[in-house]
RNA sequence: GGGCCCGUGGCCUAGCUGGAAAGGCGUCGGCCUCCUAAGCCGGAGAUCCCGGGUUCGAAUCCCGGCGGGCCCGCCA
């Protein structure tokens, strides 16, 4: 059998120890080895856990601790501390089977396949073809791209799905406005025109709307409300005016001609029928968009399996009318004036439902509108039917990463599955969800034009990493992919360290840091690695006996924790466990690195024990980062 | 009004299946004739939001508050 994880073997046999030193009914798999305290050791059992008693646990320790120290080879001492037996690990024979497992693997290291492995979906940033992608989105992606990363990593079969949201009134508007001013040429990437384009057509539809809506209101505090509204847009339009005068003032004219709302709900209805004119209109809009999209993504290095079109998958198919069918069949939705209700707040009722589909137990779900009175369908009913479609494709389990916003619609989704009879698929359903990156003092909103772009904080990232390498004497035209590769690692580690259920305020300072705990320091402590093993000349790494002393254990262990930091990060959907054990071994490289000598270390058999130690944690830096889809630059 | 998420040194964050409060920024002090100083070493700095409860033991679990964000649409 393939060793995968030197750390298991060692905690299993410390285990073992621990279960021939117990007396015999307490010995069992119970025994949970933990990390130990700097300067207490290098492991940890913790006898409170099994004992329970803090007499108890103390007495035990202190008799295990003498019986296990010399019980297994791996095994130099053992010390008991309040409760605890601290474990001092002997490093040599550690040392040589991390350095078989890392080397055996090489690049695939960190590979820790599941005891059953599944086929996933993951479906990420899924952002509307209306505008460009913004830092909002920019989150998704990074974390989508990294959740793939790590489950293959785990051994299980992923494919990665882009949603496009072709089919809904959001595209209705950017069609409507992009047919106006198409002749009109702009010299920049295609989403962002659209983008603009859209937030036009929105505050002028809105002015227009509350506007009229103004007039005919009779109470005044919701006519204060309006105006309130109304003032928002109209600062919104000033906004977008001083962007761009020609376009806004071609799309104004347009809009006195005609009633744009009527004519946009006619491009929705068209669309979403298949007539051909709208199929045509909406998807050179989408498609437009798309292309800016994958630019951007390209630069980041994220790419996706397969663009779902809303359209295909859920609508066009008839996917979502049988849906629709179904629930209705089922007896779970009703007709209420002219649209279809699925009665999501029924079925929620149920508290074995509600456990079987993880819903937190209070959580007030509503009622769901499948359809609209004019025939047409909602987000949500082609969010089930695309669902629906995911498992069709094979998976066992679909991973959509969606903002936090979303956890009602996503709980409606898997009630509608459930309803469906589709229970197993139900449960399988994973709202990864993730809290929205805000901009100090404005609020971020794609339909107002108010965003930081993806596009404009990546351009920011590598400028500042060009700054950095020109501080540094490296030419930095020389140096665009090195540049590339550290901005962008430190607007993914920004994103990735910390839990995705924080909001994340929008500080360039705060993405952009290149000091300790970011991107540009795990790069850099690799690429000092990489700095030694490249001037190593005759030196090579190996194992003699009894080369490792103490300096190296830590080290040692942190290498060989990898696999472990894998699992935990796949099985549990912690990114950030990943991306914070990576900088804790950047920080003890590097202290490492400053502390002793690698290639002057005498004799010989320590020069090459510590170039081992180097090559190991090179190794464990860059697959690290690629699992996080950082890129380790060569030099910086 | 109901619900979900978050609340940890001045600031940002980890720990949350109960058992030894962990990092970063900032601050104060030190380290480049030696493998890249995007670095390293050291100091100061914490009633873990508040109040109860469960427990031998609570940052962690339960209840009740408070503060912040979000959701409750024939939008997506």
């Given at each position: 059998m393939k060793l995968y994880s030197a750390y298991q073997a060692l905690e299993r046999e410390v285990r073992d120890a621990f279960n021939r030193a117990l007396p015999g009914d307490l010995a069992g798999p119970g025994i949970s080895v933990e990390k130990a305290p700097p300067d207490r050791g290098d492991l940890a059992v913790n006898l409170y856990r099994l004992f329970r008693d803090e007499d108890m646990a103390v007495k035990m320790a202190n008799e295990i601790a003498g019986k296990i120290k010399?019980?297994?080879?791996?095994?130099?001492d053992a010390r008991s501390e309040g409760g605890y037996v601290n474990i001092r690990i002997e490093p040599n024979l550690y040392g040589k089977l991390v350095w078989d497992v890392v080397t055996s693997m090489?690049?695939?290291?960190?590979f820790n396949p599941h005891p059953s492995p599944i086929r996933i979906i993951i479906e990420h940033t899924?952002?509307?073809?209306?505008?460009p992608l913004h830092v909002g989105h920019l989150r998704n992606a990074i974390l989508g791209d990294a959740l793939a990363k790590v489950l293959r990593a785990r051994g299980h079969t992923v494919e990665v799905h882009f949603y496009?949201?072709?089919?809904g009134l959001q595209m209705a508007y950017a069609a409507y406005g992009y047919e106006k001013v198409k002749h009109v040429k702009r010299d920049v990437k295609p989403d962002h025109y659209i983008g603009l384009v859209y937030a036009i057509v929105n505050a002028i539809v809105n002015v227009r709307e509350l506007d009229g809506k103004r007039r005919t209101e009779e109470d005044p505090a919701r006519r204060a409300e309006i105006d309130r509204e109304l003032l928002d847009w109209l600062w919104v339009s000033k906004e977008l005016m001083e962007r761009d005068e020609e376009l806004f003032s071609i799309l104004s004219e347009a809009t006195k001609r005609e009633n744009p709302l009527a004519r946009i709900l006619e491009i929705n209805r068209a669309y979403e029928a298949g007539e051909e004119w709208a199929v045509k209109l909406v998807r050179e809009v989408a498609g437009l968009c798309i292309e800016g999209f994958k630019q951007t993504l390209s630069r980041m290095g994220i790419s996706f399996d397969k663009w779902d079109w809303e359209s295909d998958v859920a609508v066009w198919n008839g996917l979502s009318d049988e849906v629709i069918r179904q629930l209705k069949e089922a007896g779970y939705a009703h007709v209420d004036r002219g649209a279809i209700v699925f009665e999501a707040d029924k079925l929620a009722e149920d508290a074995e439902i509600r456990r079987k589909l993880g819903i937190p137990e209070n959580f007030t779900v509503t009622p769901l509108t499948l359809m609209r009175s004019d025939g047409t369908t909602l987000y949500a009913t082609r969010d089930i039917a695309y669902s629906l479609w995911k498992f069709k494709q094979g998976a066992s389990r679909v991973v959509n990463v969606i903002a936090a916003q979303q956890s009602l619609e996503q709980i409606q989704v898997k009630l509608a599955l459930y309803a469906l009879g589709y229970v197993k698929e139900a449960e399988n359903v994973i709202h990864f969800s993730y809290e929205l990156v805000t901009l100090p003092g404005v609020k971020m909103s794609g339909r107002r034009g108010r965003y930081v772009s993806a596009d404009e904080l990546i351009d920011e990232a590598v400028k500042r990493a060009c700054e950095e390498l020109v501080k540094r004497g490296l030419e930095p035209e020389e140096n665009r992919d090195v540049a590339e590769r550290v901005g962008i690692g430190a607007v993914k580690y920004a994103m990735l360290s910390?839990?995705?259920?924080r909001p994340l305020s929008f500080k360039w300072e705060k993405i952009l840091d290149f000091e300790r705990n970011s991107g540009p320091f795990i790069q850099y402590a690799y690429v000092r690695a990489r700095s030694i093993l490249r001037k190593a000349g005759d030196l090579k790494p190996g194992v003699p006996e009894?080369?490792?002393g103490e300096e190296e254990k830590k080290l040692l262990l942190l290498v060989s924790y990898l696999p472990e930091v894998v699992a935990k990060a796949a099985d549990e959907l912690k990114i950030e466990s990943l991306a914070q054990y990576l900088n804790e071994l950047a920080l003890a490289f590097n202290s490492y690195y400053d502390k002793v000598p690698i290639l002057?270390?005498?004799p010989r058999e320590k020069a090459q024990a510590r170039l081992a130690l180097v090559k190991m944690v090179a190794i464990t830096l860059e697959n690290g980062m690629r699992m996080l889809g950082i890129d380790p630059p060569h030099r910086m």
């Open positions: 010399n019980s297994s080879r791996y095994i130099m090489g690049g695939t290291y960190g899924s952002a509307n073809p209306v505008h496009v949201d072709d089919v910390i839990s995705p259920l009894g080369a490792f002057k270390a005498e």
